[in-house]
């Protein structure tokens, strides 16, 4: 028999460094109005000195462990782009900090891609029967990597987490994730990059460029490619369920831009009273932010059980992945 993944669980957590924009605007030649304008967003949270990734991504997976009424699981997989270290992976240090130690545990880096990657990459595990549960994290501590003289960037990223558990089934209905749609286009490497502290750049031999530790993005041309792939991969992921797009009930996408929330609902017909918009009280938080779009939406009661959610999100790579999720009836809220 064909074995599915289920959502069990579901948890999110944001540091406590709440940062609004007018306090970007007093230290950077930016303005509330142009970024608020510009991509949505009127605050974002950074994690406070100390703090790192795998601190956000335990909180977030013990929310939903708890959700799931789980105090084990069989694996964890961490998607980010903020490792606590370049080596080695942060997710067994979040399964150590967990009680897990012992359990398979990996990261994922497709940058903003990250939890669509990492979701799909659990579903393999499940349907494999490698395990019968994974605990799927989404996990940034974004401001480790902004440029402070990129307004650009600096502008629009976050910290914070975001983490589903899936347990095995064998059946479609209410709680089932997938099937995917995943790309990549690696000639697209430089739109979105940090350029020094990898291999390249230290066999180069020379020290890195100023300015080349930091994360870089040429925003125009994200944008423009954002929409189109996000927009190709929701539509192949609908082909593949046989879903249209009236049969959506919420769009729930990457958190990179209000302006690209509202322009991929519009090219894929689905009204915007349906998306999901947290990037006004969030930023872009990268890898975090469908589950953390996700899980304030279950708590603030939006989703009944049999809702019919459409992920999709695109990021450095250049990557990018679509999903579907039928809204389970939690039981542990
Ligand atoms: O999460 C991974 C995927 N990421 C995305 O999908 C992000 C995609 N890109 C975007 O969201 C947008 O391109 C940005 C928000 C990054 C930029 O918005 P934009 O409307 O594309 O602006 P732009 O880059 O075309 O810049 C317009 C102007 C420029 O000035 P000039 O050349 O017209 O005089 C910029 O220098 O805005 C200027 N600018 C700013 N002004 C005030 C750029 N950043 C700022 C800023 N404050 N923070």
């Given at each position: 028999?064909?074995?599915s993944?289920?959502?069990?669980?579901?948890?999110?957590f944001?540091?406590?460094?709440?940062?609004?924009n007018?306090q970007?605007?007093?230290?950077?030649?930016?303005?509330?109005?142009?970024?608020?304008?510009?991509?949505?967003?009127?605050?974002?949270y950074?994690?406070?000195?100390?703090?790192?990734?795998?601190d956000?991504?335990?909180e977030a997976?013990?929310?939903?462990?708890?959700?799931a009424?789980?105090?084990?699981?069989?694996?964890v997989?961490?998607?980010t782009?903020?490792?606590?270290?370049?080596?080695?992976?942060t997710?067994?240090?979040?399964?150590?900090?967990?009680?897990?130690?012992?359990?398979p545990?990996?990261?994922?880096?497709?940058?903003?891609?990250?939890?669509?990657?990492a979701?799909a990459?659990?579903?393999?595990?499940l349907?494999?029967?490698?395990?019968?549960t994974?605990?799927?994290?989404?996990?940034?501590?974004?401001?480790?990597?902004?440029?402070?003289?990129?307004?650009a960037?600096?502008?629009?990223?976050?910290?914070?987490?975001?983490?589903m558990?899936?347990?095995?089934?064998?059946?479609?209905?209410?709680?089932?994730?997938?099937?995917?749609?995943?790309?990549s286009?690696?000639?697209?490497?430089?739109?979105?990059?940090?350029?020094?502290g990898?291999?390249?750049?230290?066999?180069?031999g020379?020290?890195?460029?100023?300015?080349?530790?930091?994360?870089?993005?040429?925003?125009?041309?994200v944008?423009?490619q954002?929409?189109?792939h996000?927009?190709q991969?929701?539509?192949?992921?609908?082909?593949?369920v046989?879903?249209?797009?009236?049969?959506?009930d919420?769009?729930?996408?990457h958190?990179?831009?209000l302006?690209?929330?509202?322009?991929?609902?519009?090219?894929?017909?689905?009204?915007?009273?349906?998306?999901?918009?947290?990037?006004?009280?969030?930023?872009?938080?990268?890898?975090?932010s469908?589950?953390?779009?996700?899980?304030?939406?279950?708590?603030?009661g939006?989703?009944?059980?049999?809702?019919?959610?459409?992920?999709?999100?695109f990021?450095?790579?250049?990557?990018?992945?679509?999903?579907v999720?039928?809204?389970?009836?939690?039981?542990?809220?």
């Amino acid at each position: 028999m064909t074995r599915s993944a289920h959502l069990a669980g579901i948890g999110s957590f944001l540091p406590s460094c709440r940062v609004p924009n007018a306090q970007l605007a007093a230290r950077m030649d930016t303005s509330d109005e142009w970024i608020r304008t510009r991509t949505g967003i009127r605050q974002r949270y950074f994690a406070e000195p100390g703090t790192t990734t795998s601190d956000l991504a335990a909180e977030a997976g013990a929310r939903a462990m708890k959700s799931a009424g789980l105090a084990e699981v069989g694996a964890v997989v961490l998607a980010t782009t903020t490792p606590d270290r370049p080596c080695p992976a942060t997710a067994p240090v979040v399964a150590a900090k967990l009680g897990l130690a012992g359990c398979p545990a990996f990261d994922v880096q497709a940058v903003c891609t990250g939890f669509v990657y990492a979701l799909a990459t659990a579903c393999g595990l499940l349907a494999m029967g490698c395990v019968d549960t994974v605990l799927v994290i989404g996990a940034e501590t974004f401001s480790t990597i902004l440029n402070p003289a990129d307004r650009a960037t600096s502008v629009i990223f976050g910290d914070g987490a975001g983490a589903m558990v899936l347990r095995s089934g064998h059946t479609a209905g209410n709680g089932a994730v997938g099937p995917f749609d995943l790309g990549s286009d690696g000639t697209g490497r430089d739109l979105i990059t940090v350029r020094a502290g990898g291999a390249e750049q230290r066999r180069s031999g020379l020290a890195p460029a100023p300015g080349d530790e930091y994360f870089s993005m040429a925003g125009r041309e994200v944008f423009r490619q954002a929409v189109e792939h996000m927009a190709q991969s929701a539509r192949a992921v609908l082909g593949h369920v046989g879903w249209q797009a009236g049969d959506v009930d919420w769009l729930a996408c990457h958190q990179a831009n209000l302006r690209i929330l509202v322009r991929l609902a519009d090219v894929l017909g689905i009204p915007e009273a349906r998306v999901l918009a947290n990037i006004a009280e969030v930023g872009n938080t990268s890898a975090a932010s469908i589950p953390l779009a996700i899980d304030q939406a279950y708590q603030a009661g939006r989703f009944k059980a049999g809702d019919r959610l459409l992920l999709s999100a695109f990021g450095g790579g250049l990557t990018w992945g679509s999903t579907v999720l039928t809204w389970p009836d939690l039981t542990h809220p």
